[in-house]
T-cell receptor
Framework: KNQVEQSPQSLIILEGKNCTLQCNYTVSPFSNLRWYKQDTGRGPVSLTIMTFSENTKSNGRYTATLDADTKQSSLHITASQLSDSASYICVVVMNTGFQKLVFGTGTRLLVSP | NAGVTQTPKFQVLKTGQSMTLQCAQDMNHNSMYWYRQDPGMGLRLIYY???????DKGEVPNGYNVSRLNKREFSLRLESAAPSQTSVYFC???????????FGQGTRLTVV
């Protein structure tokens, strides 16, 4: 079964601290993996897109890693800010002729002052 | 830049009522999608339209119909709303079926 599992479900950190969110997937055939940020009451916004051959990709203070062998990805947030409070969703795109997206349930991050 | 615009943002329906959720994009994208997001579950695809004039079922199409009115607009219709359709609905669009999708802000629908 094609699944994307994320951990932890929720996380509270102090402003300025770093954190790492995890994503494990069993999706096949694999096309690419995406991390989205979803603010409360808003739609998801793409942070990074990683293909099979990419191990690391950064977007400002966000760094995603991908290990296609173990089917694991992580999203590392450096020097967290209050505006980082959101849900972070891992999405794996299947290579099926059209972009079938398999969504994780997300990690809800709260950055506390 | 508006991107993907959904209307309404909030709606309360009684069981059995019908309504149409509207979605429009101004990015000249060919492909458009409707998802629903429920607590504890990832977004699930209801219907999608690869290009103007075509629509296809996603994972959870039962109880819904769609219309790709033109290249810009893709509407989702609930003919007879049920409490199980209480959810947040997201419209998305992409240049093609295999490029990055951009999401609207969502419609929070409650069926009582």
């Amino acid at each position: 079964k094609n699944q994307v599992e994320q951990s932890p479900q929720s996380l509270i950190i102090l402003e300025g601290k770093n954190c790492t969110l995890q994503c494990n997937y069993t999706v096949s055939p694999f096309s690419n993996l995406r991390w989205y940020k979803q603010d409360t009451g808003r739609g998801p916004v793409s942070l990074t897109i990683m293909t099979f051959s990419e191990n690391t990709k950064s977007n400002g203070r966000y760094t995603a890693t991908l290990d296609a062998d173990t089917k694991q990805s992580s999203l590392h947030i450096t020097a967290s800010q209050l505006s980082d409070s959101a849900s972070y969703i891992c999405v794996v795109v299947m290579n099926t002729g059209f972009q079938k997206l398999v969504f994780g349930t997300g990690t809800r991050l709260l950055v506390s002052p | 830049n508006a991107g993907v615009t959904q209307t309404p943002k909030f709606q309360v329906l009684k069981t059995g009522q019908s309504m149409t959720l509207q979605c429009a994009q101004d990015m000249n994208h060919n492909s458009m999608y409707w998802y629903r997001q429920d607590p504890g579950m990832g977004l699930r695809l209801i219907y999608y339209s690869a290009s103007e004039g075509t629509t296809d079922k996603g994972e959870v199409p039962n109880g819904y119909n769609v219309s790709r009115l033109n290249k810009r607009e893709f509407s989702l219709r609930l003919e007879s709303a049920a409490p199980s359709q209480t959810s947040v609905y997201f419209c998305a669009s992409s240049a093609t079926l295999n490029t990055e999708a951009f999401f609207g802000q969502g419609t929070r629908l409650t069926v009582v």
